[in-house]
């Protein structure tokens, strides 16, 4: 049991920028486990940390979708192993509640990973002598990590930590909306808007479930080259036309739609790219406190259902495996996620880039050989 200094990436409460220090992470705790971070992928939800968007207590280690090798068992940690390959869950349900027990871990009502504390509400990292805060209770970008064992995922030692630590988040929100949330089915019609780790996420799972057209919407051409690759079979640049040009291809509106960005804007767009009957999936997460309106008296005419999904509304430790599993079988081309593999240093250039829309998803790898 021992205390490790550990480089970080640290939000220090204002700005918009990530300093590069080191934190000490002390020991597990009864039912944790130390982690050794391997990768940790850039996603826009840290993103919304940076903008001011969501608060968070600070100092703030950040990162939340990781993956690495547990190097150390807390007290009484059954079915982990020191050497396991694990990739790192942000939703740290608490397992026992009633929605836990119904199978629904993204609804626990005894949630405190949003709070970016461990579940007994208090933290195991510290900067200069002060307590320091995981982002999401993970703060993957970091060389070591303290998390509760159900949030450590065993994962195949064939599996990429880079695809890893992306199954932890973006591929099991994105994967997830479709088949758990929006429960598609073969032939129907999708519109994705926003190409993303989340967007480009959720044209793999249309893939998969064999939906006809699928339909990507981005500002950026670059990310629609992606989606192309990924899956879509149109790409729409997003500009005035949109809308018209969505109807047009699916006759009169998609069967499903998915947000991936957040925006308030692209937001209340939705329901009018669904045909009568249709489903309007809100993946993409807002600034806190965002009112959104809709047309209400459109959506009950139209019979439209809105479905709010949270983490892909799956199970980790039933869906991390699963896609992992589809991975190594190549019929999940998660690579294609990945556009950069960076140091924690260049973490803020990686931000730049999110902001411009220019690039996939860059990914933190602490092995400098990995770069
Ligand atoms: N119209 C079209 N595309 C847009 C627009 C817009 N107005 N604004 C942004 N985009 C595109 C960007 O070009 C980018 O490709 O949306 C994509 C957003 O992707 P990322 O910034 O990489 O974010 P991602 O990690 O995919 O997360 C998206 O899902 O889980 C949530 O918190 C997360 O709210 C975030 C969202
Ligand atoms: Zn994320």
Not at 143 to 168: D, N, Q, Y
Request: glycine share 12%; charged share 20%; proline share 6%.
């Amino acid at each position: 049991m021992s205390t490790h200094s550990s480089t970080a990436a640290i939000y220090p409460g204002a700005g918009d920028r990530i300093e590069v220090a080191t934190i000490e992470v002390g020991a597990p705790h009864r039912g944790e486990v130390l982690v050794q971070i391997k990768a940790s992928g850039v996603c826009g939800s840290d993103r919304h940390v940076l903008e001011g968007e969501w608060g968070v207590p600070s100092p703030t280690v950040m990162g939340h979708e990781g993956a690495g090798v547990v190097v150390e068992l807390g007290e009484g940690v059954t079915g982990l192993d020191v050497g396991d390959h694990v990739s790192l869950v942000w939703n740290q349900a608490c397992l026992t509640c009633v929605a836990c027990q119904s199978g629904k871990p993204w609804a626990c009502t005894d949630l405190r990973s949003n709070d970016c504390v461990m579940p007994d509400g208090t933290t195991r990292l510290s900067l200069e002598g002060a307590d320091a805060y995981p982002y999401l209770a993970v703060g993957s970008m970091s060389e070591f990590a303290v998390v509760p064992a159900s949030a450590a995922i065993r994962m195949p030692r064939e599996l990429p930590f880079e695809v890893s630590a992306l199954i932890g988040c973006s591929v099991h929100t994105g994967l997830g909306a479709v088949s758990n949330n929006a429960r598609v089915i073969a032939g129907e019609s999708a519109v994705v808007i926003g190409c993303g780790g989340v967007g480009l996420s959720i044209i793999m799972g249309l893939q998969l479930a064999g939906a006809h057209p699928i339909i990507a919407v981005d500002r950026n051409a670059e990310k629609l080259e992606i989606a192309l690759a990924a899956g879509a079979t149109h790409a729409l640049l997003a500009d005035d036309e949109t809308a018209v040009r969505i109807q047009e291809l699916t006759e009169g509106g998609a069967d499903v739609a998915f947000e991936a960005i957040g925006n308030p804007h692209t937001i209340p767009q939705l329901p009018g790219h669904v045909r009568p009957g249709g489903r309007a999936v809100l993946v993409g997460m807002p600034p806190e406190n965002a009112m959104i309106p809709f047309d209400v008296l459109d959506l009950c005419y139209r019979g439209i259902t809105v479905i709010a999904s949270n983490y892909g509304g799956g199970v980790p430790a039933r869906d991390f495996p699963r896609y992992a599993a589809l991975y190594l079988a190549g019929r999940l081309p998660l690579d294609t996620l990945i556009s950069k593999r960076i140091t924690l240093g260049e973490v803020n250039d990686a931000f730049n880039a999110m902001r411009s829309g220019a690039e996939a998803r860059s990914v933190v790898v602490f092995d400098e050989s990995d770069v």
